[in-house]
C-alpha cells in the first residue's frame, strides 16, 4: 500500500510555469493546480492541504493578498511565493501578512524548487510534531500543575491565582507579538510553573508581616533555583525549565540568576518578566498594599529598556486593559456561580 503523500496546491495563471512545477514536484506529492486564485481559495476550503505555492504576479489577487487570505483558511499549511522581485518592502509585506515559509526567485531550477519543498516539508513535520509535544505535555502533567498550584495558594495567600494570572497575560501578549502556536503553548507551561520554587521558601518568610530583610530577599530569590531543580530531570519539560530558569533576568543585565541581558534573555521569559512583576505590584501583602494599575504601569514604563524588553512593554500595554476587564468578568461569574450552589 502506497504512503499517503503530502498534498501540494499550486497556483500560477500561467499555464506553462504551471506545468512545469507539476512535472517537478507530481512524483513526490500529491498535487492539485490551478490557474485561477478565487478557485484556489475555494479548493483550500474544500480540501486542506500541506504547502501552498503560489505565483507572485497574478491578475486580479497578487500571490501575497492570495497567501494573506489563504491564512485564513487554512492557518497550518506551509507557504511559498515565487516572485521575480527582490523588493525588501514586498518580501517583509510577504513573511509579516501571508506568513510565508520561503520564497522563491524566479527563474527557477527545477531541483531548487524540489529541495525547497522538500525542506517546506521537514519543517512542516516539525511544527506538526511541537504542536502534539505540547499538547500531550499540557494534557499529561495537567493533573500535576493543578496540585502543585493549590499547594502554593494553600501555603501563602500572596500567590493565590497568581500562576492563572501571570499566564493569562503571557499569553495575550505571545497573541499580541504574533508568537507560534509551539511558543504559546511553552509559554503556557512555563506561566503556571514559574513560582514551583516557592515551595521550596520558608513559610515564616513567606507569610512575614514586616518587609522582607536581605537576607530574607536571597532566600526569596532561591526559589528560582528550587523551580529548575524540581523540574529538571523531566526531559519533557527541558525547555520550559529554561524560560523559568531565566524568568527574573533584566534587560539590563542586573537581573538574576546569570546576569543575561537584551536578547540573551529567552523571549518566554522576557514575557513571564512582566506579567509576573505587574502581578506582584498590584497584590497586596501582609507587610504593604498592592499599588494601583495607574502606579504598576507607570513603574513599568519607567523600567522599560532597563528591566523590561521595551518591544513587550508595548506588548503589554496593548492587551492589559481587556484583560483586566477578562478577568474581572471571570472573577464575577465564578462568584455567581458559587453562589447559586
Known amino acids: ?79 511559498l511565493l515565487v516572485t521575480a522581485y527582490s523588493d525588501s518592502r514586498v518580501l517583509i509585506d510577504a513573511i509579516n501578512y ?15 524548487l524540489l529541495l525547497t519543498v522538500r525542506m517546506a516539508i521537514e519543517f512542516f513535520q516539525l511544527k506538526k510534531g511541537n504542536d502534539k509535544l505540547i499538547n500531550d505535555l499540557k494534557e499529561l502533567f495537567a493533573g500535576t500543575i493543578s496540585a502543585i498550584i493549590e499547594a502554593l495558594d494553600a501555603k501563602d495567600s500572596f500567590t493565590l491565582g497568581r500562576s492563572k494570572r501571570v499566564t493569562f497575560f503571557a499569553l495575550n501578549m505571545a497573541k499580541q507579538l504574533d508568537l507560534p502556536v509551539e511558543e504559546i503553548g511553552k509559554l503556557e507551561l512555563a506561566g503556571l510553573l514559574h513560582d514551583i520554587g516557592m515551595i521550596g521558601v520558608s513559610e515564616d518568610i513567606l ?11 536571597e532566600s526569596i530569590k532561591r526559589h528560582v533555583n528550587h523551580g529548575v531543580k524540581i523540574l529538571e530531570d523531566i526531559k519533557q519539560l527541558k525547555e520550559i525549565v529554561e524560560i523559568i530558569r531565566f524568568h527574573h533576568e533584566k534587560f539590563d543585565g542586573s537581573g538574576y540568576l546569570c546576569g543575561l541581558k537584551g536578547d540573551e534573555i529567552p523571549l518566554n521569559s522576557r514575557i513571564i518578566a512582566i506579567a509576573d512583576s505587574y502581578d506582584s505590584m498590584t497584590s497586596d501583602r501582609t507587610y504593604r498594599a498592592g499599588l494601583s494599575h495607574k502606579e504598576a504601569m507607570g513603574r513599568i514604563e519607567e523600567q522599560s529598556g532597563y528591566q523590561f ?27 455567581t456561580q458559587h453562589g447559586t450552589n
Not at 474544500?46 to 492557518?75: A, Q, R
Not at 506588548?315 to 465564578?334: C, M, N, P, Q
Open 98 to 112: 501571508a506568513k510565508i515559509y520561503r520564497y522563491i526567485r524566479k527563474p527557477w531550477e527545477p531541483t531548487e
Open 1 to 79: 500500500m502506497e504512503k499517503n503523500k503530502y498534498k501540494i496546491l499550486l497556483v500560477d495563471d500561467e499555464e506553462d510555469n504551471l506545468s512545469l512545477s507539476y512535472r517537478t514536484l507530481r512524483l513526490e506529492f500529491d498535487i492539485i493546480k490551478t490557474t485561477s486564485t478565487a478557485d484556489a481559495l475555494a479548493i483550500l476550503k474544500e480540501n486542506p492541504v500541506d504547502i501552498i505555492i503560489s505565483d507572485h504576479k497574478m491578475p486580479t489577487l497578487d500571490g501575497v493578498e492570495f497567501l494573506k487570505k489563504s491564512y485564513e483558511i487554512c492557518p497550518n499549511s506551509i507557504r
Open 309 to 335: 524588553d521595551p518591544k513587550i512593554v508595548q506588548a503589554f500595554k496593548a492587551i492589559i486593559g481587556d484583560s483586566l476587564e477578562e478577568i474581572r468578568v471571570f472573577e464575577l461569574s465564578t462568584e
Open 207 to 217: 507569610n512575614k508581616a514586616e518587609a522582607l530583610t536581605e537576607e530574607e530577599f
